[in-house]
């Protein structure tokens, strides 16, 4: 055997060995990122249990009314905030099943921020005065949940984040493409704190 096999055969090793740690270590990032979105996903879920909750008992097995009937004021935001409501835990659940896929992220964003806005016009439209309890008290039980939630989610992003950098990186994203490696979908655009 001639020095040139020996240092051609030294070569494949390394490449060889290199591409296994590589990819372990995309294989353990991109488990990250799932560790991660299981721990928010708990503290979403507790949103959308709060939200239940607080809705009045008509309106917790989904959509009382027929599309068109008239309602009042704090019927339609009610129907809003279930609808909203039953939108982001199908959001929720794809993402859930979607393993973090961006699309399925983006959506959640867009799911959390309808529930947000449907949350705030059914405290102010339909929660009474006198309501026990008060709209007040129910505002301070969702910003409660908003952040306890928001280290969970800055921790999925940051995991998000280090993997989808890690795999736009030459050479890694060689092995990403070659083994499927998708990037990840962010959640910064969660609303924060309203």
Known sequence: MGTSSIW???????????GVGAYNRLV???AATRTSFS????QLMRQVVLVQASMPEAFRGGLKTSPGELQDGGTAAWTRLQAASEQFSAA?????????????????????EALRAAWAAALVDAVPADAVPSAERLQE??????????PLRAAYNEAAAAYNREI??????LLAK????????SLSRMTEAR
Not at 141 to 150: E, G, I, K, N, Y
């Open 92 to 112: 929720l659940a794809q993402a859930r099943r979607a393993a973090t896929d961006v699309p399925s992220m983006a959506s959640l964003v867009m799911a959390h």
């Open 168 to 173: 736009a990186m030459f050479p890694a994203w």
């Open 39 to 42: 721990v928010l996903d708990e």
């Open 28 to 30: 353990r990032l991109r």
């Open 141 to 150: 039980r969702w910003m409660r949940q908003l952040h306890q939630a928001m």
């Open 178 to 185: 070659a083994c499927g490696f998708a990037p990840v979908g």
């Open 8 to 18: 051609i055969a030294a070569a494949a090793a390394i490449v060889f060995f290199w």
